[in-house]
């Protein structure tokens, strides 16, 4: 069963915009991770929030967790043309990721 | 060179076949995994290693066998291959040493059962 879930499902934006994808999980978690998969390909690990942080940067990339809500945000911002991608959130507990369904994210020249 | 390697990157095979999905890595982690990804869903863990000695059932892991033959080496076996079991399977490492879960990927193998 997957613990994350990704909202939108499919995000299409101009280049420069900002992008923001959202993730909500069920049960209590270590850290929350994002990774990115280039159609088909192996998975790249993002970014790591652990459960006593709120927020994290990481170049252009901006995630936010709210552990009240199981919630959180992935914001990229001013997209570019190669940020065209699958993004999955993932949550860390019991020493395993459980994975949602993912945000592909289209960038539009 | 790839610190996450996995053989072969496609393969087609008829159903009732046995076939092996390897996978290397070069990073010195002890922790393997194994993972398979269908369209338009998130991963789905089949098998675990924390070590050579412990092997532990994911998810989904009826119809799948695995060996760990040294701490870089995690094989993934479909003892008789039906077609539900089409999908691009990823091998993943990771540390107990430092480091907070993060997983490192192979590049995949794309798998058809006909």
């Known amino acids: 069963s997957q613990q994350g879930e990704e909202d939108p499902q499919a995000l299409s934006i101009q280049e420069g915009e900002n992008a923001t994808m959202n993730c909500s999980y069920k049960?209590?978690?270590?850290?929350l991770q994002w990774y990115r998969q280039n159609s088909g390909r192996g998975l790249v690990h993002l970014i790591l929030?652990?459960?006593n942080e709120r927020e994290k940067h990481s170049g252009r990339l901006r995630v936010t967790l709210d552990t009240s809500k199981k919630s959180s945000s992935l914001l990229i911002t001013a997209s570019r043309a190669a940020d065209t991608a699958s993004y999955f959130c993932?949550?860390?507990?019991?020493?395993?990721?459980?994975w949602g369904a993912g945000t592909k994210l289209i960038i539009k020249p | 060179d790839a610190d996450v390697t996995q053989t072969p990157r496609n393969r087609i095979t008829k159903t009732g076949k046995r076939i092996m999905l390897e996978c290397s890595q070069t990073?010195?982690?002890?922790?393997m995994y194994w993972y398979r990804q269908d369209p338009g869903l998130g991963l789905r863990l089949i098998y675990y290693?924390?070590?050579?000695?412990?092997?532990n059932k994911g998810e989904i892991s009826d119809g799948y066998s695995v060996s760990r033959q040294a701490q870089a080496k995690f094989s993934l076996s479909l003892e008789s291959a039906i077609p539900n079991q089409t999908a691009l399977y990823f091998c993943?490492?990771?540390?107990?040493?430092?480091?907070?879960?993060?997983?490192?990927f192979g590049p995949g193998t794309r798998l058809t059962v006909t």
């Open positions: 990073k010195g982690h002890d922790r």
């Open positions: 993932a949550t860390f507990s019991n020493y395993q990721l459980i």
């Open positions: 049960t209590s978690i270590n850290n």
């Open positions: 290693s924390f070590d050579v000695k412990d092997i």
């Open positions: 993943a490492t990771s540390s107990s040493i430092g480091g907070w879960g993060e997983q490192y």
């Open positions: 929030i652990r459960s």
